[in-house]
């Protein structure tokens, strides 16, 4: 077995595992080393998909509890089997990663399992899972290990009663009483898995308004819907302490703006207050990598380090910790390490909340352009104005579109609707092409369907919507 390759990825989450398999297709002769047992790290593993899978699942079951009566249909003797609701998501983790597994063998790379650390620049030396060390010479070095959980001073995750996304993925009862710290994306996704499922569900947000970064109208609007659907928010309120009580879990927070405090009693705390950069205990600092003041790897446009031969990508660099992001990421530099010119355009990377309804963005936001002083045109369609969304009584949400308003291009779209994540791509390849809202406008779009609201928003930029 050789110890020297042409390009060695540390990582094998999404951005890693794509840069190894796209590497092996250019005929670099290339390793990976993760030392999870497992291939697809944290997206794949306890992350991205797990979630989707409960997300779905817990859907499907609030609907036939509470919505299917409206379509004529009754249900009766509906009940939540959680253990086989686990197993149905493990089951599709374990069959994706094992798809990677394939697919690195089919591209001839090689996986070595156990935990990376630089003892120069160009040697890397592997504690293997399965015990002892192997040493390996790279050409090229690319870091691809992704992101950890992040938490608040004082409060320890058990992964039990005090739980992040990974054992909020695997708890073994619904919660009776469920507190959310954090209204961004992960906190809103789970706490609907388990209200769904029967939980109460309490947010803790310290901004004014949930999903902090999203444009502020979908902010406000879906704020509203998940107060709707039973979520109880408490905004602008900062956590100022959690802790075991006889009955169960004492959360303390106080008032953004006022310092008013209280306490809330609950079973089970979800944190879900971001992630940080995993760049502990890879010897970065032996090798000689720069990094910035947030712990994230500095890189060149083309994702190569101040190190010649060391590159970086995804949620270890700077931008969106996206598994997408990564994605793209690690293709773009395994074609620069080949030679070719690979490349990433970061101002169109939408984001996804999978929720009911979906919240999809793309772009800037209002506040972004109003910040910047860049003159727009907003046009903005409803799905209560839309044919299909009302067949299939799914009207909540819009979409709006922001275009440029001398030139007409697409600045930024942000769509709250059903099946938003899919209808968001037609805006994102748009913008990639540099098109103008009449260019949406001009599209035929097939009827019916809840992306003809795409179409619309399009229209309104001009002041012309057929339907409204």
Known sequence: MSDEFDLVVIGAGPGGYVAAIRAGQLGLKTACIEKRET???????????????LLHASELYEEAGHGFEKYGITVKGLDVDLKAMLASKDKVVGELTGGIEYLFKKNKVEWIKGAAKFVS??????????????????KNT????????ASLPGIEIDEKKIVSSTGALDLKKVPKHMVVIGGGVIGLELGSVWRRLGAEITVVEFMDQVLPGMDGEVRKNFGRMMKKQGMTLKLSSKV???KKSKSGMQVSY?????????????DVVL?????????????????????????????????????????????????????HKAEDEGMACAENIAGLTGYVNHDVIPGVVYTVPEVASVGKTEEELKEAGVAYTAGKFPFTANSRAKANQSTEGFVK??????????????????????????????????????DIALTCHAHPTESEAVKEAALSVHKRPIHM
């Open 401 to 438: 579109i922001l275009a440029d308003k001398a030139t007409d291009r697409i600045l930024g779209a942000h769509i709250i609707g059903s099946d938003a994540g899919n209808m968001i791509a037609q805006l994102v390849t748009a913008m990639e092409f540099g098109a103008s809202a009449e």
């Open 39 to 53: 291939l697809g790290g944290t997206c794949l593993n306890v992350g991205c998909i797990p979630s989707k899978a």
């Open 240 to 242: 100022t302490g959690v």
């Open 254 to 266: 106080a008032s953004v703006k006022t310092d008013k405090s209280d306490v809330i009693n609950c």
């Open 271 to 323: 944190v879900a207050v971001g992630r940080h950069p995993y760049t502990a205990g890879l010897g970065l600092e032996t090798a000689g990598v720069e990094m910035d003041d947030r712990g994230r790897i500095k890189i060149a446009h083309d994702f190569s380090t101040n190190v010649p031969g060391i590159w970086a990508i995804g949620d270890v660099v700077e931008g969106p910790m996206l598994a």
């Open 142 to 149: 690319m870091v691809a290990t992704g992101s950890d959980v």
């Open 121 to 138: 620049k160009d040697t890397i030396e592997v504690a293997l899972n399965d015990g002892g060390k192997r040493t390996v010479k790279a």
